[in-house]
Protein backbone atom coordinates (compact mmCIF):
# COMPACT_ATOMS: atom_id res chain seq x y z
CA UNK A 1 0.00 0.00 0.00
CA UNK A 2 1.57 3.70 -1.10
CA UNK A 3 1.07 6.55 1.66
CA UNK A 4 0.96 9.35 0.32
CA UNK A 5 2.33 12.50 2.39
CA UNK A 6 0.22 15.28 0.88
CA UNK A 7 -3.11 12.78 2.16
CA UNK A 8 -2.12 9.90 4.91
CA UNK A 9 -4.65 7.17 5.34
CA UNK A 10 -7.42 7.61 7.81
CA UNK A 11 -6.79 6.03 11.11
CA UNK A 12 -10.41 5.41 11.45
CA UNK A 13 -13.13 4.75 8.73
CA UNK A 14 -15.37 7.72 8.96
CA UNK A 15 -18.65 9.00 6.30
CA UNK A 16 -17.55 12.33 4.58
CA UNK A 17 -20.96 12.21 3.18
CA UNK A 18 -23.17 15.44 4.98
CA UNK A 19 -24.99 14.16 8.20
CA UNK A 20 -28.39 15.64 6.93
CA UNK A 21 -30.62 15.87 3.31
CA UNK A 22 -31.01 19.19 1.79
CA UNK A 23 -34.69 19.56 3.35
CA UNK A 24 -33.32 18.11 6.61
CA UNK A 25 -30.86 20.81 6.31
CA UNK A 26 -33.44 23.63 5.97
CA UNK A 27 -35.66 22.08 8.89
CA UNK A 28 -32.63 22.07 11.02
CA UNK A 29 -31.49 25.89 10.03
CA UNK A 30 -35.32 27.16 10.57
CA UNK A 31 -35.62 25.60 14.31
CA UNK A 32 -31.73 27.31 15.08
CA UNK A 33 -33.53 30.83 13.19
CA UNK A 34 -36.94 30.77 14.92
CA UNK A 35 -35.39 29.55 18.38
CA UNK A 36 -31.68 30.78 18.33
CA UNK A 37 -31.40 30.55 22.38
CA UNK A 38 -32.37 26.56 22.01
CA UNK A 39 -30.01 24.24 21.09
CA UNK A 40 -30.54 21.60 18.19
CA UNK A 41 -28.76 18.52 17.65
CA UNK A 42 -29.48 16.47 13.88
CA UNK A 43 -29.20 13.03 14.35
CA UNK A 44 -27.51 12.35 17.72
CA UNK A 45 -30.02 10.23 19.62
CA UNK A 46 -30.71 7.01 18.66
CA UNK A 47 -34.15 5.04 19.85
CA UNK A 48 -34.13 0.89 20.06
CA UNK A 49 -36.80 -0.35 18.75
CA UNK A 50 -36.55 -3.91 19.10
CA UNK A 51 -33.72 -6.39 18.42
CA UNK A 52 -31.49 -5.01 16.23
CA UNK A 53 -33.95 -2.55 14.98
CA UNK A 54 -32.83 1.48 15.71
CA UNK A 55 -34.51 4.54 14.99
CA UNK A 56 -32.31 8.38 14.73
CA UNK A 57 -35.00 11.01 14.40
CA UNK A 58 -33.58 13.42 12.42
CA UNK A 59 -33.78 16.27 14.93
CA UNK A 60 -33.84 16.45 18.34
CA UNK A 61 -34.34 18.89 21.17
CA UNK A 62 -33.41 18.09 25.16
CA UNK A 63 -35.96 20.39 26.60
CA UNK A 64 -38.51 21.98 23.69
CA UNK A 65 -40.82 23.74 26.24
CA UNK A 66 -40.41 21.39 28.85
CA UNK A 67 -40.24 18.47 27.22
CA UNK A 68 -37.34 16.32 24.93
CA UNK A 69 -38.56 16.70 21.40
CA UNK A 70 -38.03 14.61 18.06
CA UNK A 71 -38.75 15.72 14.27
CA UNK A 72 -38.49 13.76 11.69
CA UNK A 73 -38.98 15.21 8.36
CA UNK A 74 -40.53 13.44 5.18
CA UNK A 75 -40.11 15.27 1.68
CA UNK A 76 -43.24 14.53 -0.19
CA UNK A 77 -42.52 10.92 -2.18
CA UNK A 78 -42.16 9.51 1.23
CA UNK A 79 -46.23 10.32 2.14
CA UNK A 80 -46.58 6.57 0.46
CA UNK A 81 -44.69 4.73 3.32
CA UNK A 82 -41.61 5.03 5.64
CA UNK A 83 -43.18 6.43 8.87
CA UNK A 84 -43.37 3.08 10.65
CA UNK A 85 -40.13 3.63 12.95
CA UNK A 86 -41.76 6.96 13.54
CA UNK A 87 -44.87 5.26 14.63
CA UNK A 88 -43.20 2.19 16.85
CA UNK A 89 -40.57 4.89 18.22
CA UNK A 90 -43.95 7.18 19.95
CA UNK A 91 -45.79 4.65 20.85
CA UNK A 92 -42.16 2.75 22.59
CA UNK A 93 -41.20 6.04 24.13
CA UNK A 94 -44.32 8.69 24.82
CA UNK A 95 -42.24 10.36 27.57
CA UNK A 96 -41.26 12.14 24.81
CA UNK A 97 -42.83 14.40 21.66
CA UNK A 98 -42.78 13.36 18.62
CA UNK A 99 -43.55 15.45 15.67
CA UNK A 100 -43.58 14.40 11.84
CA UNK A 101 -42.61 17.54 9.69
CA UNK A 102 -43.11 18.02 6.14
CA UNK A 103 -43.25 21.33 3.42
CA UNK A 104 -46.06 22.30 1.70
CA UNK A 105 -46.06 25.35 -0.88
CA UNK A 106 -42.82 26.63 0.75
CA UNK A 107 -44.70 26.67 3.58
CA UNK A 108 -43.71 24.06 6.58
CA UNK A 109 -46.32 21.59 8.47
CA UNK A 110 -46.01 19.88 11.47
CA UNK A 111 -48.16 16.99 13.17
CA UNK A 112 -47.68 15.57 16.23
CA UNK A 113 -47.55 11.51 16.51
CA UNK A 114 -49.59 10.15 18.99
CA UNK A 115 -48.59 7.08 21.38
Known amino acids: MRVSKAHPPKRI ?3 TKPLMNKLEQEWFD ?3 ATFPLRQFYPQTTRFKLGNGIWYK ?3 T ?3 FDGIF ?3 EVKGPKA ?3 GFENLKVAASKYPEFK ?3 VWKDD ?3 REQVVLA
Open 57 to 59: PDV
Open 79 to 81: FRG
Open 61 to 63: CPY
Open 69 to 71: TCW
Open 106 to 108: SQW
Open 30 to 32: HLK
Open 98 to 100: WIL
Open 13 to 15: RQS
